[in-house]
């Protein structure tokens, strides 16, 4: 059975090193409490032999509160636990692989450290990613960071879920979402506090308050400072999860205003954002490689960066066309200015006659 479209906020992954003395569940439930909507068991010390009884108790748990649990590594033990899914790194089974074994109805998560990695998981069929790590982490040692300029190619460009990890705490967390991430992932910053649950309500805070500016700002997407290309810059005020009380939050770019190419600057996937409007101002991307797409149901590429290009590319744009992309009808005036990002879903519906 094909698993219905599913979304999250914040997600915790387990560390128990980070806790030692305090049990495992305990402290899950606290990060659950807190307001984490997704978790994931992460054990590389435990043998997967004796891993199945603990995510048979972390399935009982996120059961009981209705939050995804997701099984890291190992596609069989996430079967034998019945999660919901599996979360893969690129050394890990591929992914098409591991949705043979798991089937149409498992989330299948995967690692990605470049945009070029995103885009092959988005292409492999992939729910959700995870980008990172956007800073250097002892919990995964030896692994360089990928940096913000990773989050911020992510937001301008990737379409399914994805989300920031790696050194995230919330000392950085609204750098993370000045750069444009909507979803964030911690071990340590979570399961290493003292407080889990009061660590995830700060986290869920910070994000639900960016994602409430962020819906305030398109529902505003008339008003001058957005219309001229403003940039979302994460005000104190809203960093600070207070309410979004007007343009304060949204202090115009210059360069964003002036329709500069995309750049690596603050990008985000809220239609008032900075990278948004760059993008629907018919900036362009250093990079011209393919995305995918998904057009009129059928699984496809392209190069075009806009929805204007793309209509264009399929000699469409002097006929009577009703475009839609994800979900959401494009007014023709948008066209140009609506940026394509890899797993948009795009209907083209082409009226013939009339009358
Ligand atoms: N994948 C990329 S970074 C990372 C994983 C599992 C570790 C994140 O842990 P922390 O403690 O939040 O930095
Ligand atoms: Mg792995």
Redesign the pocket.
Known sequence: MKRTAFDFRLYA?T?ESYHPGRDLIDVMEAAIRGGADIVQL?DKETPPSELLAKARALRVLTRRYGVPFIVNDYPELALAAEADGVHLGQEDMPIEAARRMLGEGKIIGI?THSIEQARAAVRAGADYI?V??VFP????PG?PAAGLGFVRQAAAEIAIPWVA????TLDNADEVLDAGARRL?????IVGSPDPEAASRAFRARIDARKAALAYGAAQAGSPAVAAGAAHEGSPAVAGGAAYTGGAAYAGSPAVAAGAAYAGGTVADGAACAGASALRAGASRADGGPIPLRLNGRDTETTARTLGELIERHGLADRRIVAEVDGEIVARSEWSRTPLKAGSTVELVHFKGGG
């Open positions: 992954i560390g992460r690692s995870g990172g790590p982490t002892p919990t995964k692994r990890i790696g050194g995230i992932c911690a071990v340590s910053a």
